[in-house]
């Protein structure tokens, strides 16, 4: 297996535009709350660590992504000032959030989960070609 490139950095921007959308026009029901966004994140942890290591296989970006993204939610117990800056900004709070949560961590887990079912079953459901 080896990925595209150009795909996975148009599957990130996409999910990048649809966890926006998802914040500002809450496209997703309003009793998940946030969660959406969060396995949008994760999702687009993976399909970014998809597009930086294209032969690796699918196990090992799940555990890129969720490792990323668990480091992510785990140094929201570190308040030194500079990083606090940074998450005074908008970039910086859409990248590393301000306040940890156990559910943030499920919803990582599903994101990634995502991710590797649906390369899986992408990869799948290839038509494989015969060298006869």
């Not at 396995?39 to 196990?59: I, S």
């Not at 899986?120 to 006869?132: G, L």
């Amino acid at each position: 297996m080896r990925r595209k490139r150009l795909w996975y950095a148009l599957a990130v921007a996409g999910v990048i535009a649809l966890g926006l959308a998802s914040r500002r026009f809450g496209i997703f029901p309003e009793m998940l709350g946030k969660y959406p966004g969060d396995v949008l994140w994760t999702l687009m942890v993976y399909l970014g660590w998809g597009f930086v290591f294209p032969k690796w296989p699918v196990g090992r970006i799940a555990l890129l992504a969720l490792a990323t993204s668990y480091g992510v939610e785990f140094a929201k117990f570190c308040h030194a000032p500079w990083l606090e800056d940074f998450r005074n900004t908008t970039f910086g709070h859409l990248v590393l959030g301000y306040t940890f949560s156990w559910g943030n961590l499920v919803a990582y887990t599903l994101g990634a989960a995502i991710g590797a079912a649906g390369e899986r079953w992408i990869f799948n459901s290839r038509p494989s070609v015969s060298s006869d």
